[in-house]
């Protein structure tokens, strides 16, 4: 039966309600923990992350997807209690981002490895826990996939047929060699979201991707606000991109989400990107851009649903 | 105020339709969690009850009185959910049932700890009593209760939802009724007085004491539902002439419990005669119809007959027991909706009662 | 190998260091959470618990042994990030407090049930955290009722299994607690009779014959003095260092156990405790030391006790 695997154990797909599919508590790139200076002030982290998802929940979201991945400040316990004390379904990933956030200890690992390990996260628990995981996601760095990066894309790959877990890549630069990878190790597509689609903006190849049955993420929301960041885009262009998906027809392959860091270990300041903005500030800015509501909902509401949740076949293989 | 509460919101009592009066959706006693034989698959517990829900539905049922009370497993958001796919109205209930099963340690240890000492006793001391503060008492209930009513029902992770309670239940144990299930039973009435909610009673080998505690708080027979009245170990189709001959309802709402080791197990058969012997002597309007379904159950298995038993299985019984149409209409259809539909308080301190229940919030350092 | 469980994984007993042997972290009785009254705001009792612990360790304090059993408070990834932030090691129980406190599905399940439960979470981990209890917590209401009587019995057999301790809250019946315990088979070695210097309970005659027994008496109520708030354990400190003289004198120095009993917070009671006003494990260590020298016990002593009593007590063998 497809479900959701969050912090609490499984969820109905249909209770999964809106959701943010790419969200960050603390994220630091791998041996933060050793750098004194990125060490946070949990007690501050914790009520800011308890503020943030109130603030989404009470906007209407429900489903929240933590996609820091392995030794990228990935903190099962406290995921957990966050979790239980607000009352918003939180996600854990599994996965490493890229080159730079994979611990040095996994650098050996070679695709069948991370596939092993991807899939034990999935299935058994995470640690020495029995809490899952329950999505895989990946990336690269900018500039290129990497050897490390490519066994990881195709370990994630192989954990993902194996569980039938989604999986959500970063680094759209290498959109191309992704799909290549997916065709190799024959991965279906629709199981596909390929995140920071709003980070080198082409509508061609958002289109070429949803053509291929994958899903777009335009997962920055709000970033302009605040960043000084290259991609920073405006709201108002990544709502105009939403608008174009819808209107040529691929309103069901995209995801939003606003990439928020709520505690940005040891890498120069604040995040202050804030999955709430999702809702407050970037719906209206869609029905600005003359996205109807129902397109809204399904992209919120209706497309994670349908991709997300692990799905097994009746034969017990990916779906 | 003559709307119902249901899960997804006020309905007018004609939107009821067929009711069954007494179901659980997830249920188990508190502290299941932390049992190692309690498996809760919610993914798995949701496509379970909704596919009872559905059935219930299909058979021409509309509205599921789910009855597990504050600590059973109540999950409202859950719940909200399901009313909303399955079509199937929910209505949900506050307050407790028996001390074992169902009111947790917190509730009962009447001033060991809970001592209403420092910058608050004085608020909420109950005037002529001689606990130094309200915890502890039937008005510590009463208020529990009555914030549910009013406010909504407490939800997971420390939130309430928006979602009222429409009765309130209360209970006891076969032997005794305990300091805390008085406490329970006495706060229950309160609360259904000023709010105008029935009261769903169970326990029934108790039945006799429980009322006078119900009545004595001032709530009138016609407010009480009596259930259970078809536990095996305790039927006497007399005393349930006897009750709704004063006015209150009586529940036959073990409907498909028949085989043991269940205690109150009896066959269907019997209620059947039970049924028709009170319809037969004019009680058609005195009595609901229910199944006691369990949905999922959370560390104890789940019932073996769904939501569905009582239209597929039972009522075909009853009419070949010869109970007639008019009468099953009036059993599944008229008598929950006259149960259910609020009455004007009774209790006229409603009002300055409802600013009292607010509460007042911890005075927190830094906010 | 002997070594103590805590929440952060298994450690070395030496590694304990200087242990308050019964702390809550939180506690209260199962069914606040039902309970509107009593909810808070989780981020600040967060806040709190941190400093109180770091407060702590600032102190010299390393480990701690949060007696909150099941449905009592007892939260493994809460105590895991305390733990992980503080550096404090934090040891959980399995088990429970009186019978009194059970939580509603345990009630009417038999003492063999209890015990395989008790030693699934021993071996197994608590739920599905893969963390694994230190200890076994049990306890008796005002007298040892059949309900406590059955709760030591399954404890009994547990700790038999599984080579852990057993913390009975239980000074008032502590001979009774040893009688049922011994009469499972139990190593008294292995029992520590709880709340011996709680007003009321306070039996220096008691204490020797429970040391004499090989039992462990912890005086842990230190710092909890305020008759206004729980007038049925507090007490002058003067009275508990007096009790502690008398054991060294006695010489049982080796078969004692110090600590303060104090919630950093409390689930549903205790209104006016929660935020402010009351002392926590780092009073402890900052006041007891002063209110034993004045009676001629040095500080070296008290952290003697602190650090070598616990390490013989909680390993695990």
């Not at chain 1, 200076?37 to 949990?42: D, F, N, S, T």
């Not at chain 2, 028709?276 to 159950?297: E, N, P, Q």
């Not at chain 3, 209890?133 to 030591?152: A, C, N, S």
């Amino acid at each position: 039966m497809p479900h959701l695997n969050t912090l609490l154990g499984t969820l109905h797909p249909e209770e999964m309600g809106m959701v943010a599919v790419r969200e960050h508590i603390l994220w630091g790139s791998s041996g933060w923990e050793f750098d004194p200076r990125a060490w946070p002030r949990i007690a501050k982290v914790f009520e800011k992350s308890f503020n943030e998802l109130l603030d989404f929940k009470l906007l209407g979201g429900q489903t929240f997807v933590e996609c820091s991945g392995i030794g990228a400040g990935r903190d099962l316990d406290f995921l957990v209690k966050l979790t239980a004390v607000t009352g918003v379904h939180v996600v854990a990933s599994t996965g490493f981002w890229s080159d730079a956030h994979t611990p040095a200890h996994f650098r050996r690992y070679g695709a069948d490895d991370f596939a092993r390990l991807f899939t034990h996260e999935l299935t058994v628990g995470i640690g020495h826990t029995r809490i899952k995981a329950g999505v895989i996601s990946v990336g690269n760095g900018a500039g290129g996939m990497s050897e490390l990066e490519t066994a990881i894309y195709r370990g994630a790959v192989r954990a993902a047929k194996a569980t039938g877990a989604a999986l959500i890549t970063h680094g759209i630069d290498t959109a191309r060699r992704q799909i290549k990878i997916f065709q190799e190790e024959l991965l279906a597509l629709p199981r596909v979201v390929f995140g920071d689609c709003d980070r080198i903006i082409d509508l061609e190849r958002d289109r070429w991707l949803a053509g291929l049955g994958a899903c777009v993420a335009y997962d920055n929301v709000g970033l302009e606000a605040w960043s000084d960041l290259p991609y920073a885009m405006p709201d108002q262009w990544r709502a105009e991109l939403v608008a174009q998906m819808v209107a040529s027809g691929h309103g069901e392959s995209v995801m939003l989400s606003a990439g928020s860091k709520v505690a940005n270990l040891g890498r120069g300041g604040a995040h202050l990107s804030n999955v709430g903005n999702l809702l407050r500030y970037f719906v209206p800015e869609l029905e600005k851009a003359g996205v109807a509501q129902e397109a809204i909902r399904a992209i919120l509401v209706g497309n994670p649903k349908r991709v997300l949740p692990i799905q097994r076949d009746s034969a017990g293989g990916a779906a | 105020m003559s709307e119902i509460a249901t899960l997804t919101g006020m309905i007018a009592p004609e939107a009821l339709g067929i009711v069954a009066f007494h179901e659980a959706l997830l249920f188990g006693r508190p502290g299941w969690q932390h049992a190692p034989d309690a498996v809760f698959d919610r993914a798995e517990a949701f496509e379970r009850i909704l596919g009872e829900l559905a059935a219930f539905r299909k058979l021409g049922g509309r509205t599921i009185v789910e009855t597990s009370g504050i600590a059973m497993g109540r999950n409202v958001p859950m719940y909200r959910r399901l009313s909303e796919l399955s079509g199937v109205n929910i209505v949900s209930t506050t307050g407790f049932v028996s001390q074992e099963r169902s009111i947790p340690a917190h509730f009962c240890l009447i001033g060991y700890f809970y001592r209403g000492h420092g910058p608050f006793q004085w608020k909420r001391a109950i005037p002529g009593s001689p606990a130094p503060s309200h915890v502890g008492t039937k008005e510590y209930m009463m208020f529990l209760f009555y914030n549910e009513l009013t406010e909504g029902m407490a939800g997971p992770a420390m939130i309430r939802t928006t979602s009222k309670a429409a009765l309130v239940r209360c209970g006891s144990g076969d032997a005794e009724i305990t300091i805390a299930e008085q406490q329970a039973i006495r706060g229950a009435a309160m609360a259904a007085r000023k709010t105008g909610v029935p009261v769903f009673s169970d326990g029934v080998s108790q039945v006799e004491r429980q009322f006078e505690l119900l009545t004595a708080e001032g709530l009138p027979p016609g407010r009480i539902v009596i259930g259970h009245c078809d536990d095996g170990r305790a039927v006497d189709v007399s005393r349930d002439m006897k009750y709704a001959a004063i006015g209150a309802w009586i529940g036959y709402d073990h409907i498909g419990w028949e085989t043991r080791p269940a205690p109150h197990a009896m066959p269907d058969g019997q209620r059947a005669e039970l049924v028709k012997k009170m319809v037969d002597a004019g009680h058609a309007d005195r009595v609901v119809l229910s199944c006691s379904a369990i949905g999922y159950g959370l560390g104890m298995p789940a019932t073996r007959h769904g939501y569905s038993h009582l239209l597929e299985s039972f009522v075909p019984r009853l009419a070949k027991a010869g109970v007639g149409e008019r009468a099953l209409h009036t059993m599944l259809v008229e008598n929950p909706r006259r149960i259910l539909t609020p009455v004007e308080p009774t209790d006229k301190d409603a009002d300055r009662l409802h600013e009292f229940a607010q509460g007042f919030r911890l005075p927190m350092k830094g906010s | 190998m002997a070594h103590v469980n805590t929440v952060m994984g298994a450690i070395h007993p030496d590694e304990l260091g200087p242990t308050a042997t019964h702390e809550h972290i939180v506690w209260g009785p199962p069914g606040w959470e039902h309970d509107p009254e009593w909810w808070f705001h989780y981020p600040q009792v967060f806040a709190k618990c941190l400093a109180g612990l770091v407060e702590y360790r600032e102190l010299g304090g390393r480990s701690i042994m949060c007696c909150s059993g099941i449905g009592l408070g007892r939260d493994v990834e809460f105590y895991r990030m305390l733990s992980k932030y503080s550096g404090v090691n934090i040891i959980v129980p399995t088990g429970f407090w009186a019978a009194a406190g059970i939580p509603n599905h345990f009630l009417g399940k038999s003492i063999d049930y209890l015990s395989d439960m008790f030693v699934g979470e021993l071996t197994d981990g608590i739920g599905n955290t893969g963390v694994r209890p230190g200890f076994i917590k049990v306890g008796i209401g005002r007298t040892m009722t059949p309900g406590d009587e059955m709760l030591h019995r399954a404890a009994a057999r547990a700790a038999k299994r599984a080579g852990v301790p057993v913390v009975s809250h239980g000074a008032w019946e502590a001979l009774k607690v040893l009688e049922i315990l011994g009469s499972e088979g139990m190593d008294l070695s292995r029992v520590i009779i709880s709340h011996c210097s709680h007003g009321g309970a306070i039996d220096p005659v008691r204490d020797r014959k429970v040391a004499s027994m090989g039992a462990w008496i912890s005086y842990d109520s230190f710092t909890v003095t305020n008759t206004s708030a729980v007038t049925h354990y507090a007490h002058p400190d003067e009275k508990r260092a007096e009790a502690v003289k008398q054991m060294i004198d006695a010489g049982f120095m080796h078969r004692m156990l110090l600590s303060s009993d104090n919630n950093l917070f409390s689930l549903g009671w205790m209104r006016s405790s929660p935020y402010v006003g009351k002392a926590t494990q780092a009073d402890f260590l900052r006041s007891t030391p002063g209110k034993l020298r004045r009676i001629g016990i040095s500080e070296e002593i008290f952290w003697k006790i602190l650090t070598e009593n616990p390490k013989q007590v909680m390993a695990i063998q």
